[in-house]
C-alpha cells in the first residue's frame, strides 16, 4: 500500500490474535446521534509487537443512549500505520485514524461493548494513542453534549505488564479479501462455544442456520463429507485433526473453517458449493483423494488464507466444469492469500468462470505440475506471490478447458518459468495490504497452517 490516505475493509471476526499485551490505556471517548446523550470509553491494547509491526484491540463502551452507527477517531503520535483491520472500516490519512462500524456491529445499547482491532507499522517509537473521540465528540468516560453534570475527570492510565512472549510467530489473523464483501463473514459470531469429539457430534452442532462456535478437540476419524450449515464458526483446538473425511458448505453462507489439519480425506477435505461468504483460514491440508479445498456452483464472496497445503495432487479447484458457465459466471469471486503451497501438483487454483479471482501473498515451493489457471472466461489477478522451484507458475487454459485472462505483477520467481499471461481482469473492490513478494517466503512458511494462531 502507498503512503498517505488508506482504506482497508475487514468485514470479518478477530478471533486468533496474538496476547502479548505490550500496553494498555484506558482513554474515555464518547459517540451517538445528534438526538442522543453521548457518551462512551475505550480501551486501547497493544497485543502483540514485532520488528516494525504491532498488533492492537480496542474495545469500546457505550456509555450514552442507543447508537445505530459510530466513528472513532484518533491520531497516531510518531507515524505509525494501520496495514490491515478487523470489525471495523479503516481509513488514515496523515496521523488521523478513522475506524468506522462494520454494518454487524453499529448499534450499541447503553452499556454495551464492542471490539475492533488492526496490525499496524512502526518505526523508531510506538507510544499508545491518549485521545479518542467518537461521533465527532472527546473521549471522557461519561454522558457528555447533555443537560447532565459535568463528566468527571478521566481515570489515569494503569500500565499493564507485558506476560511473556509467545513462541508463535505473528502473522495477520483479520479478515481480508472477498469474504469481507456482500455483508461480510462472522461464523458463529460471539455464540458460546461447543466442543466437540466426534463426527456426529460435529455434524449435529453444525446443522440448521443458528449461529455456532465449534471447537473441535482431538482426531475424529470419519469417512465422507460431514455437512455444515449457514451462520457457524469451526475452529481446531490444538492439535485438532479430521482424518479420512472432509467438510461440506453446501447452500449455507457466513461459515469460517479455522486451525484445523485435513488429512486422507476419502472425498474432498473443504467443499464450498451453492454458498457464499465463507472464509477459510489456517489449516494443513495433505494426502487426500481428491480436492483439499474446491470451491465451485455458484459460490461466491470466499477468502481463502494462510493454509499450508503439502504432498498432495488437486490442491485447489475454482468453478465446477466447462458446462456450468450459466451457473457461475458472476459469481465465484474468491481470494487466494499467504497460502503454502508445498510439493502439491495442480489446481493451485483452476479457476474457472471467476472475475476478478485474487491470487496474492501466495509461496509456491517445488510445485510438480503447475501453479495457477485461468480457464473459460474467467480473470485472474497474481500479483506479489512468491514462485520457488515451479517450472509453470501460470498459465491460460487447461488441458480441454479454453482460456480465460491474467495478469501476473509484482512476482518473485526463482528457479521457476516465466509463466504466461494475456488480456485483462475486473478491478479488486477491497482495500488489503500487499507484502513485498521477496518477503513472501519467510512471512507465509512462518504463519501458514495450524497451529501458528491463538484461538
Sequence with gaps: MSSGKRHLTILGGAAGALCLAAGLVTAPASAAPASAAPGCQVTYSVSSQWDNGFGANIA???????????????????????????????????????????????????????????????????????????????????????????????????????????????????????????????????????????????????????????????????????????????????GAAIVGCGLNVSNASNVIIRNLTFRNWDDDAINVQYSTRVWIDHNTLSNGYDGAIDIKRASDYVTVSWNRLYSHDKAMLLGHSDDNGAEDRGHLRVTYHHNWLDGTNQRNPRVRFGNPVHVYNNYYSNVRGYGVASTEGAGVLVEGNYFENVPDPYHLGEAASGPGTLVARNNHLTGSGSGQQGGSVASIPYSYSLDGASSVKSIVTSGAGAGKINL
Design 60 to 238: 469500546i463502551t457505550n456509555l450514552g443512549d442507543p447508537l445505530t452507527g459510530w466513528q472513532l477517531k484518533w491520531p497516531f503520535s510518531a507515524g505509525q500505520a494501520v496495514t490491515q483491520g478487523w470489525n471495523a472500516t479503516f481509513s488514515q490519512s496523515g496521523s488521523a485514524v478513522t475506524a468506522a462500524n462494520a454494518p454487524y456491529n453499529g448499534d450499541l445499547a447503553t452499556g454495551a461493548v464492542t471490539t475492533i482491532g488492526f496490525n499496524g507499522s512502526w518505526s523508531g517509537s510506538n507510544p499508545i494513542p491518549t485521545s479518542f473521540t467518537l461521533n465527532g465528540i472527546a473521549c471522557t468516560g461519561s454522558v457528555t453534549g447533555s443537560p447532565s453534570p459535568s463528566p468527571s475527570p478521566s481515570p489515569t492510565p494503569t500500565p499493564t505488564p507485558a506476560p511473556t512472549p509467545s513462541p508463535l510467530p505473528p502473522n495477520p489473523t483479520g479478515l481480508a479479501g472477498w469474504a469481507t464483501q456482500g455483508g461480510g463473514t462472522t461464523g458463529g459470531g460471539s455464540a458460546s462455544a461447543t466442543t466437540v469429539t466426534s463426527a456426529s457430534a460435529l455434524t449435529g452442532a453444525a446443522s440448521g442456520t443458528g449461529a455456532a462456535v465449534i471447537r473441535v478437540s482431538g482426531t475424529i476419524s470419519c469417512s465422507g463429507m460431514l455437512r455444515i450449515g449457514s451462520n457457524k464458526t469451526i475452529i481446531g483446538n490444538p
